[in-house]
């Protein structure tokens, strides 16, 4: 079985009073998180997760000399062997290249195109990702029979935080402007992501709403929607799942403080937030709600995350926009990423669904 990612995973630290875990692991977690937690998900955390180092003990530059050994479960190379997969250069802003994967569907299946498309942004709490750690996942949603194209944002901390939405945003208008190289229709684009790629992706939508580009989705799954990695004390946070789960098996508050060191430096802080909009930093301090596209949001019932992504979610809906909102029981933060729950098929197949029907695709016989 494939290591659990140190991108976005990272277990919690021995309760108090315990000096060694024990063999099953158990310890590792709170007791009271323990009942709700998925018993698939507490095998492989006492088979797998609990016999590693905790990640957010792992220095980045280890992670960056051995990316291969931090990379999450579903991490697959698909640079070379794989049918109708094509890598492509974007220019960010600043001139930077930005490296993006495009997977494109059957056409046996959904005929030849142009195809809807929709750009993925992958976990990794800005710090960790690369154009392997969503593969599988991107090889999934293209059943949709949509293109998918993965982004390689550029991370922190050898680049600044925000340069990660500069390129997020000059791929989706990459994608638009070049529909004729890749083969897509630039009226049918959808956007989303996983973790901090759920908050690129829900920034990119009121960008796209202000730049008056009209997308059919934003499908956003265990979203920050706060600056909660420039959080000092996690009881900083307004919300109940971010104190429940401080010290769950996956996402930890340790675990948020390593990115955000990297991400957020206290002597870089006031610099960074200089830089960009204070909703930039936490998507749910936007002020405009309005005319916002239709939005698919995904949370876990065991990850700190939880709450601050279904209020994002409150906030459209306040605002006029359709949202369908489905929290996954019995699942910590990167759920989706373990093959062994039946919570990442299932969210697999929520993924096809959702996109077909946002994009209208319809399979054609040829």
Same mark, same amino acid.
Not at 55 to 58: C, G, K, P, S
Not at 131 to 134: I, N, P, Y
Not at 278 to 285: E, G, M, Q, T
């Given at each position: 079985m494939s290591n659990l990612d140190s991108t976005l995973a990272g277990h919690a630290v021995p309760k108090a009073g315990a000096s060694q875990p024990t063999n099953d692991g158990l310890d590792l977690i709170e007791d009271h998180i323990i009942p709700k937690l998925d018993s698939d998900f507490l095998d492989y955390f006492t088979n797998v997760v609990a016999k590693k180092p905790p990640?957010?003990?792992?220095p980045i530059e280890i992670v960056r000399a051995n990316p291969q050994d931090h990379r999450p479960?579903?991490?697959?190379?698909?640079?070379?062997?794989?049918?109708?997969?094509?890598?492509? =250069?974007?220019? !960010?802003? %600043?001139?930077?290249?930005?490296?993006?994967?495009?997977?494109?569907?059957d056409p046996a299946k959904f005929g030849p195109g142009p195809y809807p498309v929709h750009l993925n942004f992958h976990g990794g709490g800005f710090v960790l990702g690369d154009?392997?750690?969503?593969a599988s996942l991107c090889l999934s949603m293209r059943e949709a029979g949509v293109v998918v194209v993965d982004v390689n944002?550029?991370?922190?901390?050898?680049?600044?935080?925000?340069?990660?939405i500069q390129d997020a945003w000059a791929a989706l208008n990459w994608v638009r402007d070049s529909h004729t190289t890749i083969n897509i229709n630039p009226t049918s684009v959808s956007i989303g992501g996983i973790s901090a790629g759920a908050h690129i992706s829900i920034v990119l939508q009121h960008m796209a709403r202000d730049a008056g580009i009209t997308l059919k989705l934003c499908?956003?799954? =265990?979203?920050? !929607?706060? %600056?909660a990695l420039s959080y000092q004390y996690y009881t900083q946070s307004p919300?109940?799942?971010?104190?429940?789960?401080?010290?769950?098996?996956?996402?930890?508050?340790?675990?948020?403080?390593?990115?955000?060191?990297?991400?957020?430096?206290?002597?870089?802080?006031?610099?960074?937030k200089k830089l960009w909009p204070?909703?930039?930093?936490?998507?749910?301090?936007a002020s405009n709600w309005k005319g916002l596209c239709d939005t698919y949001i995904r949370t876990a019932e065991c990850d700190p995350l939880r709450d601050e992504g279904e209020a994002y979610a409150n906030k459209l809906i306040a605002?006029?926009?359709?949202?369908?909102?489905?929290?996954y029981i019995g699942c910590p933060h990167t759920f989706m990423y373990l093959a062994v729950l039946k919570q990442k098929h299932e969210y697999d197949r929520d993924a096809i669904e959702a996109l077909r029907i946002a994009h209208g695709v319809q399979p054609v016989t040829i």
């Open positions: 990640a957010h003990e792992i479960p579903c991490a697959l190379d698909t640079s070379s062997g794989y049918d109708r997969v094509a890598d492509y =250069v974007v220019s !960010s802003q %600043d001139g930077a290249s930005i490296d993006v994967r495009a997977y494109h569907p154009l392997h750690s969503e944002y550029r991370h922190c901390p050898e680049t600044i935080w925000g340069k990660c499908m956003a799954s =265990v979203p920050p !929607s706060t %600056d919300f109940p799942s971010f104190h429940e789960f401080h010290r769950g098996p996956v996402l930890p508050w340790k675990r948020m403080k390593y990115f955000g060191k990297h991400c957020f430096p206290q002597d870089k802080l006031a610099e960074i204070d909703w930039w930093l936490a998507p749910i301090r605002g006029g926009t359709k949202v369908t909102v489905k929290r």
